[in-house]
């Protein structure tokens, strides 16, 4: 019985743990992304990645509304208002506006996670 209880309680850790991976995963991988875009001089390689980092926003948004964290999801809202700015900038080819939007974007996607 003892065993049962500890294989379950471990199995429970798990399931939790995941949810957790999850959103620092996103988190990761939309960093990744808006460190590249501002690293790039091309602006079409700027949107490429602005929308990449978008797509990892928008989930860890989704992750967050659902669990109610309403402070981190206006700075995300704001986060992706700024990627999507990057992605037209940077396919208007102005590389250094969208560089500038990138930089912001990632300002308020750390806000986000304080």
């Given amino acids: 019985m003892k065993t049962i209880n500890l294989f379950m309680s471990i199995i429970s850790m798990c399931f939790l743990s995941i949810s957790a991976f ?11 992304h808006i460190e590249s875009a501002m690293e790039a001089t091309n602006g079409y390689v700027i949107a490429e990645h602005a929308s ?11 992750k967050k509304s659902k669990e109610g964290s309403e402070p ?18 940077g396919k208007d080819g102005n590389p250094e506006a969208a560089k500038q939007a990138a930089q912001d974007a990632l300002k308020l996607l750390m806000k986000s996670e304080k």
């Avoid at 999850?22 to 990744?32: F, K, P, S, V, Y």
Wanted: aromatic fraction near 4%.
């Fill in 22 to 32: 999850a959103a620092n995963h996103q988190l990761a991988h939309a960093i990744e």
């Fill in 52 to 62: 990449m980092a978008k797509i990892y926003v928008d989930a860890l948004k989704d």
């Fill in 72 to 89: 981190d999801h206006k700075h995300l809202e704001e986060s992706i208002k700024y990627l999507d700015d990057a992605v037209k900038k």
